[in-house]
């Protein structure tokens, strides 16, 4: 209500000093897109601009505001300025004939983010435009709980990765040969007090087919990794032969009646086998005798993909 008072006085003010001067002398130019970092300074760009015939022109009134938001960030009216805590303008000795009408947030938080307008009246016409703040928080190095605590590789259990930022990003988990996992488990959201993400993953490991290094790495939004972690398991028991070969399965398939169906499977090994060779492949089917596929190897490659028929009752694995 205030400022719609506010608005007609100004406009009073227009009127009384004459018709010649309006929207056509005074431009703000307003750098349309800025990006803020969490917790750091943010600036708003915008340069008041007077065509020539304006003469020295002095600011009467700047006001910057935000859609939704009933009170001013930033006043300057009356020879006075006003603000909220936090905000200013950029220009640390600001006066009323300097044309950087820039906004300063001190320390940027993820509620600034959203569209910003710039009013400004002068006693040579008056103008508005608008620009937005997006924030970013760099996603920090995660880290990897085991669950239990002193996981064994003998037995089950989970390594659950958090790492948190803004905005929305997503987490993956690699091999210790830097290959994604085939089943990435679903990446939680939850949200901090200060809106930032907390992402969270949590890997299932089955007992006995341990990995020596599992790594989980951070995305921020436009897809770029940000940071990683990696968690190595106990160091010990890597050398019976059943943990140096792991076979990684896609844990559910889906086929269509009468098509191709692939079971996709992948043969992971320990780093501490050199040049292994694929020696005998079998593909058994639970509660029937005969393998469906039983191979001695030559020259299979490492990639274990294999068509079935499709047939009712082989669609899962
Ligand atoms: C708003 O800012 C943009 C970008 O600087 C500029 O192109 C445009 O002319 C401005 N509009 C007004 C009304 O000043
Ligand atoms: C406005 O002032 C700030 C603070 O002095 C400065 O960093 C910024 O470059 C200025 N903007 C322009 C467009 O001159
Ligand atoms: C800023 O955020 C908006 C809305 O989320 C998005 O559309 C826009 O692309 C973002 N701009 C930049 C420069 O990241
Ligand atoms: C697969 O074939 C090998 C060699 O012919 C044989 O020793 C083995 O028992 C077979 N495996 C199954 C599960 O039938």
Known sequence: MASAGF??????????AGSSQGYGFVKIHCKTQNIGQYEQESRLDCVIHYSGEVKDPEILVVI?????????????????????????FAEPSWNNKNVNV???????????????????????????????????????????????????????????????????????????????WLDQPEVEVLKTENGLFILSSTLKIQGGSAFSKYTCKVFN????????ESFISGGSSQSHAQSSVEIHCKTQNVGQYDQQSRLDCVIHHAEDLEDPEIV??????EGVEEPYLNTTMENLHRCLDIHLLNRPGTTRT
């Open 7 to 16: 608005l007609l006085l100004t406009l009073a003010v227009l009127n009384s």
């Open 102 to 180: 820039s906004l300063l947030i001190h320390k940027t938080a993820v509620k600034d983010e959203g569209d910003y307008t710039c009013y400004v009246c002068t006693d040579g016409g008056f103008n508005t435009n608008q620009t937005r703040l997006n924030v970013t928080a760099k996603y920090g190095v995660p880290t990897i709980q085991p669950q239990p605590q002193d996981i064994d590789l003998s037995t089950d259990g989970s390594l659950t990765c958090k790492s948190t930022g803004y905005p929305k990003g997503r987490l993956s988990w690699f091999d210790k040969d830097n290959k994604p």
């Open 280 to 285: 005998a492949i079998t593909w058994m089917k």
């Open 221 to 228: 939004a436009r897809g770029d990794e940000e940071a990683e």
């Open 64 to 88: 910057w505001s935000r859609e939704g938001f009933e009170e001013p960030i930033l006043k300057y009216e009356n020879g006075k300025l006003t603000s909220l805590p936090g905000y200013s």
